[in-house]
T-cell receptor, first 113, second 112 residues
Framework: DGGITQSPKYLFRKEGQNVTLSCEQN?????MYWYRQDPGQGLRLIYY???????QKGDIAEGYSVSREKKESFPLTVTSAQKNPTAFYLC????????????FGQGTRLTVV | SQQGEEDPQALSIQEGENATMNCSYK?????LQWYRQNSGRGLVHLIL?????REKHSGRLRVTLDTSKKSSSLLITASRAADTASYFC????????????FGSGTQLTVLP
């Protein structure tokens, strides 16, 4: 089945630790995105990548880092510099840039303990 | 920044009734999209309407777009309990090729 897979579904982090969220797609999409969603809120863009080996900051990139070494994969690292990391993280992909339909993963809920 | 703003924030209706949600945005757009999100899950694309279109249908969904008022509406007809979810509008703007900008959503509850 074609789709976009995020793992893990739930993640707990101690303060001061870095954690990496996985996002893999087999849709052959060029563009991939990371969004953050806080309770009762819309989605805010963290980072996006339009092509392999290239990525750009979104609206709330501070405290996060990404890589795009393979077309299929776009992992997000939440660093200790992110002061309020508890949130629901959503990865998405689209054929090209965001003028077409976006496909979302099922999300990772990150909690700082 | 969030461009689309949905109204109402929450809507509760009986099964079989129609549900209407509205979205307003601030800048010119290439297209506007509606997504659905079940609690704790990812978003699912429902429908895309381009800036030169005024109305679009997909099954029980009807979307309208008024670019002069910078607004869109999503109508779900003959609602079902399974339609209970959050609904988001998202805009894609010219020159802003990087992203969809999402609103804060409407929480729809359909009572059986």
């Amino acid at each position: 089945d074609g789709g976009i897979t995020q793992s893990p579904k739930y993640l707990f982090r101690k303060e001061g630790q870095n954690v990496t969220l996985s996002c893999e797609q087999n849709l052959n999409h060029d563009a991939m995105y990371w969004y953050r969603q806080d309770p009762g809120q819309g989605l805010r863009l963290i980072y996006y990548s339009q092509i392999v080996n290239d990525f750009q900051k979104g609206d709330i990139a501070e405290g996060y880092s990404v890589s795009r070494e393979k077309k299929e994969s776009f992992p997000l690292t939440v660093t200790s510099a992110q002061k309020n990391p508890t949130a629901f993280y959503l990865c998405a992909s689209s054929i090209k840039v965001m003028n077409t339909e976006a496909f979302f993963g099922q999300g990772t809920r990150l909690t700082v303990v | 920044s969030q461009q689309g703003e949905e109204d109402p924030q929450a809507l509760s209706i009986q099964e079989g009734e129609n549900a209407t949600m509205n979205c307003s945005y601030k800048t010119s757009i290439n297209n506007l999209q509606w997504y659905r999100q079940n609690s704790g899950r990812g978003l699912v694309h429902l429908i895309l309407i381009r800036s030169n279109e005024r109305e679009k249908h997909s099954g029980r969904l009807r979307v309208t777009l008024d670019t002069s008022k910078k607004s869109s509406s999503l109508l779900i007809t003959a609602s079902r309990a399974a339609d209970t979810a959050s609904y988001f509008c998202a805009t894609a703007s010219p020159g802003s090729a990087r992203q969809l900008t999402f609103g804060s959503g409407t929480q729809l509850t359909v009572l059986p």
